[in-house]
């Protein structure tokens, strides 16, 4: 299991940005697969982006596509989500998580998925 904690979370107005952080506690980073997810009052969670391990590939959720940006940075045990362009409807508790396999899993997580973090609020007000 990875620990997870993110940061960077907070109150924006609409068409603002947030940077979220998410640091790794593991020996072998660079073999995971990372993404966020974020889940809305009385909606499921849902995907919004994730990167390979070697970060030369990511993939996003439609609704997020050319306002979010996921990075990583290996030696640092670090993955990033820059939040442009902000909408209400992005407000939510945004999860990082940690999963070995592919993006297509980090897409679809299934029972034995990886680990998650505890989540960080991200409010955009109008």
């Known amino acids: 299991q990875v620990q997870l904690v993110e940061s960077g979370g907070g109150l924006v107005q609409a068409g603002g940005f947030l940077r979220l952080s998410c640091a790794a506690s593991?020996?072998?980073?660079?073999?995971?697969?990372m993404g966020w997810f974020r889940q809305a009052p009385g909606k499921e969670r849902e995907f919004v982006a994730a990167?390979?391990?070697?970060?030369?590939?990511?993939t996003y959720a439609d609704s997020v596509k050319g306002r979010f940006t996921i990075s990583r940075v290996n030696a640092k045990n670090m993955v990033y989500l820059q939040m442009n362009s902000l909408r209400r409807e992005d407000t939510a508790v945004y999860y990082c998580?940690?999963?070995?396999?592919?993006?297509?899993?980090?897409?679809?997580?299934?029972?034995?998925?990886?680990?998650w973090g505890q989540g960080t609020q991200v409010t955009v007000s109008s």
């Open positions: 990167i390979s391990w070697s970060g030369s590939s990511t």
């Open positions: 593991t020996r072998t980073f660079s073999s995971y697969y």
């Open positions: 998580a940690a999963n070995v396999g592919s993006l297509a899993d980090m897409m679809h997580p299934r029972p034995g998925f990886g680990s």
